[in-house]
Nanobody, 127 residues
Framework: QLVESGGGLVQPGDSLRLTCEAS????????MAWFRQAPGKEREFVAR???????????DYADAAKGRFTVLRNNAKKTLEQEMNSLKPEDTAVYSC???????????????????WGQGTQVTVSS
């Protein structure tokens, strides 16, 4: 089970931190990601933490997130956080956490790569 929190209403230029908390005790072997869906648009990839093996993970970001968003993984707390800075109105969306267990060849940037999803948390950026 994945539970997101941290969404809200902020002004352009503000920062926000989202948290995804997992209930799986094998969290360290899970690939984790953030996706978002804006009104009237398809869900899109934002960022992910891919399990390479042992305690090694790789991160990747959508172009829209690079330089502004950072994912922070904490295996002890079983959380994936997303720090979002310099928020823009176009960042307004429902942000969802996704997960898939085990080592995979895929780059894990498509929603079809994941089989566990949270309910999502609303982020609204508006003045």
């Amino acid at each position: 089970q994945l539970v997101e929190s941290g969404g809200g209403l902020v002004q352009p230029g503000d920062s926000l931190r989202l948290t995804c908390e997992a209930s799986e005790f094998t969290f360290k072997t899970y690939n984790m990601a953030w996706f978002r869906q804006a009104p009237g648009k398809e869900r899109e990839f934002v960022a992910r933490s891919k399990w390479i093996g042992s305690n090694i993970y790789s991160t990747d970001y959508a172009d829209a997130a690079k330089g502004r968003f950072t994912v922070l993984r904490n295996n002890a707390k079983k959380t994936l956080e997303q720090e979002m800075n310099s928020l823009k109105p176009e960042d307004t969306a429902v942000y969802s956490c996704a997960a898939r267990v085990g080592r995979v060849e895929s780059n894990l940037v498509d929603e079809s790569d994941y089989d566990h999803w949270g309910q999502g948390t609303q982020v609204t950026v508006s003045s």
